[in-house]
């Protein structure tokens, strides 16, 4: 398996994609399928019986169980003249443990932007693994209390602010940064049904020269058995490279990976729908309901920039389900600045009033290219202000949407065109900050379950996923190697296009 992230050129635009050009095109063995599907595990033999009783925690599950992997019949039958038969480790309980649930000492770190559910994942992954204790001090119980009694002498911590807290100097806590929390359900279950995140959350870029191999070394030295990533896209390829860089460490060969998808932006490949997006979506539908009442009260154009870096999901879902819309713009639709300015106007003209929603995908790539024709300057960050490329991309964004509302002011001063006004609303982060849908906690706490019934079994370099109607487990290599896009030509986008009567912009 290629230990390298994939460059931009090597990665597949969807899974769909990238099962026909990978899989079922380009000839793949049966052993370069089953090791780029499979969840690998560390090197410690079954040591434990998983104290954890069938009747309950549910039907244990076999070792070499796993769901299709694609449910295209014409994809299968082609991989199946070849003998080859796609799919990933379902996710269950486990009979046998690799880890001792009651000495394993346990970090969870959340990463990237606040997404509803956060804090739901990790009540359940405390939660759960306060359970495994004390099943299995009832199972020495009902042995009669033979043999040494378990004892819990493991702990759950807490990474404070993300990835900065994991890259903290030792020991912690350090002056300037605090350390890690001991994590309790009693603690924890306060927090489940809370918007935000209560450990703190951070972007961190790990491709520098030793920042990885800082963090793994802290997850070394502070003897670790677990770390638990939450976190988007982003956090996926950060989880990827620590995972990666603690295999190579004859130290940290046993240290297990596991990561959990989080972002609403739905943009992480083999998953169907992303924790967070469920609440995010139908919290971006209602404001756009409420903007479009706004506009036309008041007779204006009201441009709205919703989420999507990548990734036009939540900006098109919530585009249908308020069916309000004017023009919809995403990162995956190439769109020409003048031709969708004049619409705009044509389109104000008509009704006296517009709705415009922006993925900031969209808003990016108008920014550059405007300042490749030069007609915007780049923002210019000061030179002692913190130089994070996801800041900079957002003066970019800021930059295109003013310009945008400029050149509709510019179209509508002409008193035959229209005579209200032109305003931006950015609600992201209104829409960052509501509680999560009870689809979304049970969302959360399901794949919470599910990784530490898996992460105690000794499975490492995972992400926990839904993905056809079934929780697996995918490798985490192979989630880098693919990105979730709105499909440009497929039913959902076109359903988007009829629904606001927008034409071709392009």
């Not at 089953?34 to 033999?45: K, R, S």
């Not at 009540?123 to 009902?142: G, K, L």
């Not at 807290?165 to 924890?188: F, H, K, N, S």
Request: charged content about 25%.
């Amino acid at each position: 398996m290629d230990m390298e992230t994939p460059h931009e050129s090597e990665v597949s635009a969807s899974e769909v994609g990238y099962i026909q050009q990978v899989w079922v095109e380009s000839g793949m063995s049966r052993d370069g399928l089953y090791e780029e599907t499979t969840a690998p595990v560390i090197d410690a033999h079954p040591i434990n019986q998983n104290p954890f009783p069938e009747s309950v925690i549910g039907p244990y599950c076999p070792p070499d169980r796993r769901k299709a992997a694609t449910g295209d019949q014409n994809m299968l039958e082609a991989l199946a003249e070849r003998r080859l038969f796609p799919g990933f480790l379902e996710a269950g309980p486990r009979e046998m443990l690799r880890l001792d649930p009651c000495t394993v000492r346990a970090a969870i770190v959340a990463v990237g932007g606040t997404a509803p559910g956060t804090n739901a994942v990790i009540h359940a992954i405390v939660r759960r693994h306060h359970r495994y204790v004390e099943a299995a001090e009832a199972a020495w119980e009902r042995a009669g209390k033979t043999g040494l009694r378990p004892r819990c002498t493991g702990n759950f911590l807490g990474i404070l602010n993300g990835f900065e807290g994991l890259m903290a100097p030792r020991p912690w806590p350090a002056a300037a940064v605090p350390g890690p929390i001991e994590l309790r359900p009693d603690q924890t279950v306060l927090w489940r049904d809370m918007a935000g995140c209560q450990l703190g959350l951070s972007r961190y870029d790990f491709s520098g020269p030793g920042l990885v191999e800082k963090a793994a070394d802290n997850l070394i030295a502070e003897r670790i058995d677990i770390v638990y990533v939450i976190g988007g896209d982003g956090g996926i390829q950060a989880a990827l490279r620590l995972w990666r860089t603690l295999r190579e460490d004859p130290r940290g060969r046993n240290i297990v990976v596991a990561a959990i998808p989080k972002t609403m932006d739905n943009d992480i490949a083999w998953v169907w729908r992303s924790l967070g997006y469920r609440t995010a979506l139908a919290e971006a539908a209602r404001i756009l309901n409420v903007l479009r009442t706004d506009a036309e009260a008041n007779r204006r154009v009201v441009l709205v920039e919703l989420f999507g870096a990548d990734a036009g999901f939540v900006t098109a879902g919530a585009a249908l389900a308020s069916g309000k819309a004017d023009c919809v713009l995403i990162p995956e639709e190439a769109f020409d600045p003048w031709k969708t300015v004049a619409y705009i106007a044509e389109r104000t003209r008509r009704e006296r009033c517009a709705l415009v929603v922006l993925a900031e995908g969209a808003l990016l790539s108008l920014a550059k290219e405007l300042v490749s024709q030069q007609r915007l300057e780049p923002p210019k960050t000061p030179g002692t202000a913190l130089r994070d490329p996801w800041y900079e991309r957002r003066d970019l964004r800021d930059l295109a949407l003013k310009w945008l509302r400029d050149q509709l002011r510019a179209e509508f001063v002409k008193p035959e065109v229209f005579t209200g006004h032109v305003v931006i609303s950015q609600p992201g982060y209104l829409i960052r900050a509501v509680a999560p849908l009870a689809e979304d906690t049970i969302y959360a706490e399901r794949l919470g379950d599910l990784a530490v019934d898996n992460t105690l079994a000794g499975y490492t370099g995972f992400m926990a996923t839904h993905w056809h109607n079934n929780y697996v487990l995918v490798p985490l290599p192979l989630v880098v190697k693919v990105e979730r896009r709105v499909p440009r030509g497929g039913i959902f986008w076109r359903e988007v296009l009829a629904r606001a009567a927008q034409p071709p912009l392009g």
